[in-house]
């Protein structure tokens, strides 16, 4: 697959505008937790016209990679656009998020008993403005074992709710995500290797620990090794997704907890790092 991996190509689109032909350079970090991601973003040389139709709260699609393998990196909206005169042309720097809408939500709401918790979840992420994919609910067991009421930001109520549920929630390009703390998504496991774009040494930086439900039911502390990784640049790696890893130093199925796309499409990085934990 690495002789697949060359000749770079974005796509960058913000409201119905699209641009694929403009120097980008990207940093974007997306994480399992339930803060929204941010992305940074410079575009070289918009029109006047272009950068003036550019506003607050304007969506944001981020497609890059090499080509024939090109993927959605980002989606989201701007928080923060800067204008800024380099030389004969400008310069546009762009902050973003995905999942912002999903803060400052209030919900006010009552269930009576016996509902199920796919129901509490669904509304929850509905009054936030998220989808609600049929793989997350599916993650989601039980109902309420007597009546139920929520008052507060949604974010803050659905923290709770997952903690209780022994759940992790996060967004992804808009929708609701979510999976067992220390488990992944359904999706097949991509394989990380040297031929596949992986780049130098895995390196180990932490030991991290988590709890977990064992088959008895009962609750314990693990401790999980955190793995450091770099490979070309892929859409493919997104929090939660499954990685099978094999390199000289460790082999194994991991969980991607961080994914951090860097690129700029006129030269210099182009790469995916990423922060591994064990699947237990």
């Given amino acids: ?62 497609v890059a990679g090499y080509a024939g393998l090109a993927g959605q990196l980002f989606s989201g909206t701007i928080d923060e656009v800067r204008h800024q005169k380099t030389g004969p042309g400008w310069t546009t720097s762009l902050t973003a998020s995905d999942g912002r809408q999903a803060w400052g939500r209030f919900v006010s709401r009552s269930w009576t008993s016996g509902t199920p918790y796919k129901q509490l979840v669904q509304e929850l992420a509905g009054q936030m403005g998220l989808a609600v994919p049929a793989s997350a609910l599916a993650m989601v067991k039980g109902g309420t074992r007597g009546p139920a009421a929520m008052s507060g930001f949604a974010h803050r109520e659905m923290d709770l709710l997952m903690a209780a549920l022994d759940l992790q929630w996060s967004v992804q390009d808009g929708a609701l995500q979510v999976v067992p703390p220390a488990g992944s998504t359904v999706e097949r496991a991509i394989l990380l290797s040297p031929g596949t774009g992986l780049v130098g040494s895995p390196e180990v930086i932490e030991f991290k620990a988590c709890r977990v439900t064992g088959d008895d039911g009962k609750r314990r502390t693990v401790k999980r090794p955190a793995i450091k990784a770099i490979s070309l640049l892929q859409a493919g790696y997104y929090p939660g997704r499954r990685i099978k890893l094999e390199s000289a130093e460790h082999k194994g199925e991991f969980r991607i907890d961080r994914a ?5 499409t006129h030269g210099g990085e182009f790469y995916t790092e990423l922060y591994l934990s064990e699947v237990l």
């Fill in 1 to 62: 697959m690495t002789q697949e991996l060359f000749n770079r190509v974005c796509t960058l689109t913000i409201g119905g505008a699209e641009w694929s032909d403009l120097r980008v350079q990207f940093q974007i970090s997306r994480t399992a937790k339930s803060k929204p991601s941010p992305a940074t973003i410079r575009v070289d040389n918009l029109s006047q016209e272009s950068r003036a139709a550019i506003l607050r709260g304007t969506s944001l699609r981020l």
């Fill in 260 to 264: 951090d796309h860097r690129g700029d």
